[in-house]
């Protein structure tokens, strides 16, 4: 490991997908991606491709082409906008809300414990206060001016 927060910070979230993937695998038939996408559509309201994409990092094409897996498995739905009549909206059924549910409540059980139970133990409640200060600090910083 280097001494270098990036690179730190890349071996963090390198290790915690893995262990995600390796759990949702086993319990829920699921890999860490297709949850992503699933989450990612927990927290939204019924958006359309281009916003999902964007929540995603991801492309409009890249959605587009993920979507019918995740269909055929039962999870997602795509419908049309009724106020937009050329918008397809897409939103969790009943059984993809589910997994989200169980395989997310599973995976933060988890990893609070592992934050949590060394020692010394770490504040969960200031850890994830710190990391999405720093999110929205990235995000205003990559939306400014690039630095010179």
Do not use: N
């Not at 995976?107 to 200060?133: V, Y």
Request: glycine share 6%.
């Amino acid at each position: 490991m280097a001494d270098r927060i990036t690179v730190t910070l890349h071996e963090l979230v390198a290790l915690l997908d893995a262990y995600a993937d390796d759990v949702l695998r086993a319990e829920h038939a699921i890999t860490f991606g297709d949850y992503r996408y699933l989450a990612t559509l927990a927290e939204l309201d019924r958006p359309d491709i281009t916003e999902l994409a964007r929540c995603l990092m991801l492309t409009k094409a890249a959605v587009s082409k993920h979507l019918p897996a995740l269909e055929a498995r039962g999870w997602v739905e795509r419908s049309a906008d009724p106020a937009h009549a050329r918008r397809v909206v897409v939103g969790l059924t009943p059984a993809g809300v589910r997994v989200v549910e169980e395989a997310g409540g599973r995976l933060d059980a988890d990893f609070a414990a592992a934050f949590t139970g060394g020692h010394p133990p770490l504040d969960l409640d200031a850890l994830h206060a710190g990391l999405r200060t720093a999110v929205v600090r990235v995000q205003e910083r990559l939306a400014g001016p690039p630095p010179r």
